[in-house]
């Protein structure tokens, strides 16, 4: 099963924390690593991670896009793909992409609290990506609020949008020649090779996907 400072621990698992989160993004000056939907990143000035509150003042959502990565039991793959595009997009390196772009991950399947694998964790320290994060299970809400959502595999992409059925979220796999299989159980090695899959398809993904929206 798949599912640099940590963030506090909550029990929220909406994205209505997120929505905080990405408010006080546009009006801090700090630095946060976040790493699941209620744990959430801003990728340029990463304001003060802000899990605590509702929506931000008066209930309004902050104008920055949020692109949210799906897997199984986002322990893997997903975390994976959250660390590998925060990075690349807060270090300028997907051309024309926001460099606030509200990055998250969550799981189709997942049980809350599980976290992060250690082989992932190791394939992005190697890329000198500081992950640390435990799981979510995903929920009609997140996709609502997301601007992209996009699934590990096809069956991901499936179960989510059976999930929120109505919802205007584009939901797509993120490669689209084909699913990226689940590492978990496997060697440290299937996990840097899953790593670097996702790592060579995000730009292109992200450009193409996010132009549209």
């Given at each position: 099963m798949s599912v640099g400072d940590s963030p506090p621990s909550v029990t929220t698992s909406s994205l209505e924390s997120v929505f905080q989160a990405?408010?006080?993004?546009?009006?801090?000056?700090g630095v946060s690593l976040g790493t699941r939907p209620e744990q959430s990143i801003c990728c340029s000035t990463g304001g003060q991670w802000g899990g605590h509150g509702r929506f931000g003042e008066a209930g309004r959502m902050p104008p920055m896009r949020t692109v949210?990565?799906?897997?199984?039991?986002n322990t893997c793959r997903s975390p994976l793909a959250e660390g590998i595009a925060r990075d690349m997009i807060?270090?300028?390196r997907v051309?024309?992409?926001?460099?606030d772009l509200f990055v998250a991950s969550a799981g189709v399947h997942a049980e809350d609290g599980v976290p992060t694998s250690p082989e992932s964790i190791d394939a992005l320290e190697r890329r000198g990506i500081e992950f640390h994060g435990t799981s979510t299970g995903l929920t009609r809400e997140m996709i609502e609020a997301a601007d992209l959502v996009l699934g590990?595999?096809?069956?991901?992409?499936?179960v989510a949008r059976g999930i929120a059925p109505d919802a205007s979220t584009p939901i797509e796999r993120?490669?689209?020649?084909g699913d990226i299989d689940d590492p978990f159980g496997q060697s440290q090695a299937?996990?840097?090779h899953v790593a670097s899959r996702i790592e060579a398809v995000i730009p292109d993904r992200l450009q193409s996907l996010l132009a549209t929206i």
């Open positions: 990405r408010s006080n993004c546009e009006n801090s000056n949210l990565f799906i897997c199984t039991g807060g270090s300028g051309a024309g992409i926001e460099s590990m595999t096809r069956s991901h992409v499936e993120l490669d689209p020649d299937v996990y840097d």
